[in-house]
């Protein structure tokens, strides 16, 4: 089946800083997500980008399909964003299914 | 209400019991998803229901029983688990179209004692 890499797996960061978290994945895929999980567990959608750049706010997106991968950047870290990152990619089968990656876990220390 | 509900929140059962999970999407959707996060592993796919009928059963054990009533409403029935089924029970909505966003709700992180 696909993989999904994300890296890095930790990040640990001041608050105001910049990051760039990435994910790889293996084959070519119809769909691509990206992932804040809240530390009560719900997963909240950041983009959905199966190609192309976006932007909202602090957070932008860009995924480069016929690379095979995607880049999620966080502007000015507040102590808000941290949490687990997750990125997923939509396989069609008939249907959806989304795999996901192994997350970054992102720390903001005020 | 809006987006994806899912209830209980929380849950701690027995080996014994049986107890069920509950999600209902207010989207419109019609592909409804079950996911299983585990400690320290990524997200897992246990069942696609797509307009009610299921079209993935990603070698779930049977004691993990889903029923997809309707477009809306999505049940994960628990019985005789194991304490290895302690996880976090996300359950998804999508249209079932290709390449379509996925919605999830808060989850069910249920503890089996």
């Known amino acids: 089946g696909i993989q999904v890499e994300q890296s890095p797996p930790d990040l640990i960061l001041q608050e105001g800083a910049n990051s760039t978290l990435r994910c790889n994945f293996s084959d070519s895929v119809n769909n691509l997500q990206w992932f804040h999980q809240n530390p009560w567990g719900q997963l909240i959608n950041l983009f959905y980008i199966p190609s192309g750049t976006k932007q909202n706010g602090r957070l932008s997106a860009t995924t480069v399909a016929t690379e095979r991968y995607s880049l999620l950047y966080i502007s000015s870290s507040q102590t808000t964003d941290s949490g687990v990152y997750f990125c997923a990619v939509g396989i069609w089968f008939g249907n959806e299914k989304l795999t996901f990656g192994t997350g970054t876990r992102l720390t903001i220390i005020p | 209400e809006t987006g994806v509900t899912q209830t209980p929140r929380h849950l701690v059962m027995g080996m014994t019991n049986k107890k069920s999970l509950k999600c209902e999407q207010h989207?419109?959707?019609?592909?409804m998803y079950w996911y299983k996060q585990s400690a320290k592993k990524p997200l897992e796919l246990m069942f696609v229901?797509?307009?009610?009928?299921?079209?993935e059963n990603n070698s779930v054990p049977s004691r993990f029983s889903p029923e997809c009533p309707n477009s809306s409403h999505l049940f994960l029935h628990l019985h005789t688990l194991q304490p290895e089924d302690s996880a976090l029970y996300l359950c998804?909505?999508?249209?079932?179209?290709?390449?379509?966003?996925?919605?999830f709700g808060q989850g069910t992180r249920l503890t089996v004692v």
């Open positions: 998804a909505s999508s249209d079932p179209g290709e390449g379509l966003e996925a919605f």
């Open positions: 229901y797509s307009l009610e009928e299921r079209v």
């Open positions: 989207l419109g959707h019609n592909a």
